[in-house]
């Protein structure tokens, strides 16, 4: 159980374009989504949270105007990355909890090349 | 201060011996705390949960709490090459939604 999946798994896009990741909760309601970066041989960067229903609460520094979070319903989150260009290529993951305990499960992640 | 701290490592250890990972938190309320694991150019998997103080063993992995040291670890008995990865500490509240993770460590077990 507990089964997190993203879609793309790997994506190539031109500078300029936006791309569009999906966090879906396969066998659970997840009350919270969680997105994050990871950079080569860098730790986890959380980007932002999102509770179902309503807006994002992003981390300091992550520009929610480029990062677009939908919390649509309790088992899908869309993160948009909008105008993207090479500094955002990078590794995005995403997670899902349903406990109070708040243990993560996370999606595979979606490799984003920005050419 | 970092939330949660961790040596980045690399800690290596030959095959069959014990790898001790150590992770400390600066929030003393801290409730829950977790271990996943992290194999290159993939996304973290859970290993291990812990909520209260002492150890709690799942076949290799053995983990510890110790809340008034603030002070989490991993033990992996009979390391195998198998196990190099890099393993990621998260502490969290009960009913937070935000969870703090470390930077991670990465251990190498030699054959």
């Known amino acids: 159980g507990a089964v997190v999946s993203q879609h793309p798994s790997r994506v190539i896009c031109k500078s300029g374009t936006s791309v569009k990741i999906e966090c879906r909760s396969l066998d659970f309601q997840a009350t919270t989504m969680f997105w994050y970066r990871q950079f080569p041989k860098q730790s986890l960067m959380l980007m932002a949270t999102s509770n179902e229903g309503s807006k994002a609460t992003y981390e300091q520094g992550v520009e929610k105007d480029k990062f677009l979070i939908n919390h649509a319903s309790l088992t899908l989150s869309t993160l948009t990355v909008t105008s993207a260009h090479p500094e955002d290529s990078s590794f995005y993951i995403c997670?899902?909890?349903?406990?109070?305990?708040?243990?993560?499960?996370f999606g595979p992640g979606t490799r984003l090349t920005v050419l | 201060q970092k939330e949660v701290e961790q040596n980045s490592g690399p800690l290596s250890v030959p095959e069959g011996a014990i790898a001790s990972l150590n992770c400390t938190y600066s929030d003393r309320g801290s409730q829950s705390f977790f271990w996943y694991r992290q194999y290159s150019g993939k996304s973290p998997e859970l290993i291990m949960s812990i909520y209260s103080n002492g150890d709690k063993e799942d076949g290799r992995f053995t983990a510890q709490l110790n809340k008034a040291s603030q002070y989490v670890s991993l033990l992996i008995r009979d390391s195998q090459p198998s196990d190099s990865a890099t393993y990621l500490c998260a502490v969290g509240r009960y009913n937070f939604n935000k969870f703090y993770f470390g930077s991670g460590t990465k251990l190498n077990v030699k054959p």
């Open positions: 997670s899902a909890s349903y406990r109070s305990d708040g243990e993560q499960f």
